[in-house]
């Protein structure tokens, strides 16, 4: 997303909050996070461990060797991999050799694990030995119940990472699933103020990027949720820089920034180097889907690189908001896209194919429908005020809601719920064509019931990315207001979704943390909502206990 004004952290209102670290989520496990590290590891294993991309049989499993020796060009690196956290119960060893030419990380592709189940590792070299990590591969088969945090938009300048503590702290999970912005390639100053960048300037350059992975991947609160939990990961813009698209992006200068192809290709080197994710063919195509077992399959977009045309201005003041635009002219022209045929024809796939209960959807931008101004479809004069949205792309959203309504070729409901990161604000939607026509024969939606709704959609609010100073709320009536779909919205604070699957429903909890200006152990349940099998709309929800047996 655009880059917002940087506002004031609020200051903690303790009355707000009522659970502080290590509360609900701790007391219904048995113990099976690793303990809680406060500190960073030794020089050799500085950047912490980390694991991805988990299937039924294998999972990626990271971390870099640092060597002492600024001259060395290689390191070899042993790893070990155990049932247990004490790494008797050993299943898998082996060594790798890693170079100067990938930076010094590590990507290993265990093999041969039995679905469902949580593992144990570690890595050593040069005498030094990494933390000892915990990750988990998907349950094949029948799973009756699963947990999933989602998380997105953590500038590391911008304020401290607790809401990645709590995740890490969460001994209920099966999966963290981080919709991007998972880095900012701004300066010093230039996008949050807490702490300062590394390197000082914008990153431009392969060096630079490195050098902005091994800043994040040196924060504490980052390495600790990447060492208990395994992830599942997807970029958005800044991972490369803001409001990217095929061939360029808001945030990049050709005249004084070298080539975009250039910088492009350095940052997603850099991406695959740092991050634990199994790289594909083509490094600009990462989209995939992870089935877990028959209760759901996640699917994860690529919405930047591969194939998105360039977003269009927005020419319209809204007092208020900014700018804003109506759909129409060149907002209708068919051949603008997000995803690509390509990957329209990969998605339309992968949902026929799918027999799993749920469809998760995690991808960048969000998908429903955000007006300053609410009409009918048919009326026109609707003004959306985000041109890089799926609002900016109205004609590629409408296959997306095609590729819904002709689900399913057999008699199972699609029940697809998209999982959304990018706005630096919390939100619960409905998916619907025309929000505002309360004639649901005549293709409209009724917000009282939630006809006239195909899939619903939650978005993260972010790690600790800014989002809009909304203290009483004012803001966020002001939004639902005009969008009738929108079930909940808040603006202001920061933290994650944690996603309740069953069979029977899928529950969306939004929760928040008390500040992102100076470490913070507090959190607090925010709302929740829920859909349930075949009924695709939102309803209230609760918050839901912890399993009585951990993963
Ligand atoms: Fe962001």
Redesign the pocket.
Same mark, same amino acid.
């Given at each position: 997303?655009g880059r917002p004004a940087p506002r004031a952290p609020r200051a903690p209102n303790r009355r707000e909050f009522f659970r502080r670290s290590g509360g609900a989520a701790l007391a219904a496990a048995a113990l099976p996070l690793l303990p809680l590290r406060s500190t960073a590891s030794g020089p050799v294993f500085q950047h912490g461990v980390a694991s991805g991309d988990p299937l039924a049989d294998r999972v990626i499993l990271w971390t870099r060797a640092t060597p002492p020796d600024a001259a060395a060009t290689s390191v070899t690196v042993n790893y070990v991999v155990a049932t247990d956290p004490a790494l008797t119960q050993v299943v898998r060893t082996g060594r790798v050799r890693t170079h100067a030419q990938r930076d010094f990380t590590v990507k290993i592709d265990v093999t041969g694990l039995e679905a469902g189940r949580s593992y144990y590792y570690r890595f050593t070299a040069l005498g030094a030995s990494s933390p000892v990590g915990r990750t988990r591969t998907l349950p094949a088969g029948g799973a009756s119940r699963l947990r999933i945090a989602v998380a =997105?938009?953590a500038s590391h300048a911008a304020g401290y990472f607790n809401a990645y503590r709590r995740i890490a702290e969460r001994a209920d999970l099966d999966l963290v699933l981080h919709l991007g !912005?998972y880095l900012y390639e701004y300066g010093s100053d230039e996008f949050g103020n807490v702490r300062p960048t590394e390197p000082p300037t914008e990153a431009i350059t392969l060096t630079d990027y490195r050098t902005r992975h091994a800043q994040y991947k040196r924060d504490a609160d980052l390495q600790e949720l990447q060492r208990q939990h395994v992830m599942a990961v997807i970029w !958005?813009d %800044?991972e490369v820089a803001n409001d990217a698209w095929r061939n360029g992006a808001e945030n990049h200068d050709s005249t004084t920034e070298g080539t975009w192809s250039a910088r492009r290709t350095g940052a997603l080197q850099a991406y695959y180097e740092w991050m634990p994710v199994r790289e594909p063919a083509d490094r600009k195509k990462p989209q995939r889907s992870l089935r877990l077992g028959d209760l759901a399959e996640i699917v994860l977009l690529e919405e930047r690189h591969s194939a998105r045309s360039k977003q269009l201005p927005a020419p319209i003041p809204v007092p208020g908001v900014g700018q804003g635009f109506k759909a129409s002219g060149r907002f209708l022209d068919p051949t603008r896209t997000v995803l690509g045929a390509e990957q329209e024809a990969w998605l339309e796939q992968v949902l026929a194919a799918s027999t799993a209960r749920w469809k998760l959807i995690g991808q960048g931008v969000m998908l429903a429908q955000l007006k300053a101004l609410g009409r009918t479809n048919a009326d026109g004069g609707s003004i959306f005020v985000n041109p890089d949205q799926w609002d900016g792309y109205p004609p590629a959203r409408d296959r997306l809601f095609d590729l819904i309504d002709a689900y399913p070729p057999l008699t199972a409901a699609p029940n697809v719920v998209f999982l959304t990161? !990018?706005i %630096?604000s919390g939100w619960a939607n409905d998916i619907t064509r025309d929000p505002n026509n309360p004639d649901v024969e005549a293709g409209g939606y009724d917000p009282a019931s939630g006809q006239g709704a195909i899939a619903v959609e939650f978005v993260a609010t =972010?790690i600790t =990315?800014p989002g809009i100073a909304d203290p009483d709320g004012t803001l966020a009536a002001l939004v639902r207001s005009q969008n009738p779909h929108v079930k909940h919205v808040d603006l202001d604070h920061h933290g994650y979704v944690l996603l309740d699957v069953t069979p029977e429903r899928v529950v969306g909890e939004l929760w928040i943390v008390d500040t992102v200006a100076a470490p913070s152990g507090v959190e607090a349940f925010s709302v929740a909502f829920e859909v349930r099998d075949g009924q695709p709309h939102l309803v209230p929800s609760a918050q839901t206990a912890a399993p009585a047996s951990a993963p």
């Open positions: 997303m =997105s938009c !912005d !958005d %800044h990161g !990018d %630096h =972010s =990315s």
